[in-house]
């Protein structure tokens, strides 16, 4: 049986699912939109979670939007919430929403338990079967924003702070996220790659390798370890 605070969180879910899709709407369409769509995300606190402090995912991405709540919008920062809220919505609608309004099926054997309905089934199997893309795309993303606050840094465009803590963000999430590394590495080969073009001055690829070697310097730091049981599937 769902409590009252289940249903708080899913509430929330569902509001970010919404100010989200208005906020990229309004920014696909080339229109100005008020920053509360942006900002009416509020993050939902959970001492568990809180107990386990920065090993804990949802922490670090519970204290990463603090700091975007607090800064100047940046559209893309959205996406990543967007979709966690997205599958957590769908779970929500699949475990606990639609066994009130719809009739279970048959069961499997006669005396058997009732199977979920049929569009449940449907729902949860879209939800298994896209859900390691999705996160994919999130990595991905999650570097795309990398760069964006680090140009926008260096063009004025938002706060020098922004790239140090997406940074940091990054830092434990290669730590804490198969994605992550799988997306780091991706992009890192593709621009070693890219620097090697015979057609580019030998200086670029011997900064980019100086840049890989500070970077690995830096990313070899402490971290916090992941707790018992962290980076569990969202589903």
Known sequence: MATTQHYLW???????????F????????????????YKANPPQPNMTYVRKALAD????????????????????????????SLFHALTFTRTTLMPQFL???????AG????????????????KANYDSAMRVVAITELVIFARV????????????????????????????QFTRDAITLADKRITDL????????VVGQAWMRVRELVARWGGSAVVEPAAGAGARRD
Request: hydrophobic share 50%; no cysteine.
């Open 150 to 177: 680090l140009f926008g840094a260096l063009l004025l465009r938002n706060s020098l702070m922004m790239p140090l803590v997406y940074a940091n963000f990054l830092h434990q999430r290669y730590f804490h996220s």
């Open 57 to 84: 995912e949802n922490v670090q991405y519970f204290l990463l939007a603090i700091f975007w709540w607090t800064s100047r919008p940046v559209t893309i920062a959205l996406f990543p919430y967007f979709v966690f």
């Open 22 to 37: 208005r906020y990229f709407l309004a920014w696909i369409m080339f229109k100005s939109v008020s920053s509360w769509w």
């Open 195 to 202: 620097s090697r073009n015979p057609s580019l001055p030998p």
């Open 112 to 127: 058997g338990p009732p199977q979920p309905h049929p569009l449940a089934k449907k729902l949860h199997g879209w939800v």
């Open 10 to 20: 899913a509430g929330g879910h569902f509001l970010l699912l919404l100010s989200g």
């Open 103 to 109: 009739p279970p099926g048959a069961p499997l054997a």
